[in-house]
């Protein structure tokens, strides 16, 4: 299973970006799918994760700027940020398990990893 993200960039505070998460060679109809991010000197950080199910979950601190989807054909997952402050500033991975994983938020619960796109937040 390969991953390609898209969609970072810089944005000012408050602004909003869309992360897309591609998948290639499978559909993503049987895995999970989780984004997290890695700032300069952090612990990776898991964010918000979609099973296979449909059923989705978000990082309490973050939960009421995000929203996770993933497209009909489910080859790609969505991630949308709004109000994105300077400490959102990181670089952001899509990950992908089969079917389940043990803790959606655990970076070890995952097989497959796209090369992350980074996010810049400043003015």
């Known amino acids: 299973v390969q991953l390609v993200e898209s969609g970072g960039g810089s944005v000012q505070p408050g602004g909003s970006l869309t992360l897309s998460c591609a998948a290639s060679g499978v559909t993503f109809h049987d895995y999970s799918i989780a984004w997290f991010r890695q700032a300069p000197g952090k612990e990776r950080e898991g964010i918000s994760s979609?099973?296979?199910?449909?059923?989705?979950y978000y990082n309490n601190k973050m939960k009421d700027r995000l929203t996770i989807s993933i497209d009909t054909d489910k080859t790609t997952v969505y991630l949308r940020m709004n109000k994105l402050q300077p400490d959102d500033t990181a670089v952001y991975y899509c990950?992908?398990?089969?079917?389940?994983?043990?803790?959606?938020?655990?970076?070890?619960?995952?097989?497959?990893w796209g090369q992350g796109t980074q996010v810049t937040v400043s003015s």
């Open positions: 979609l099973v296979h199910d449909g059923t989705a």
């Open positions: 990950a992908a398990v089969w079917r389940y994983a043990l803790f959606w938020h655990a970076a070890n619960s995952y097989d497959h």
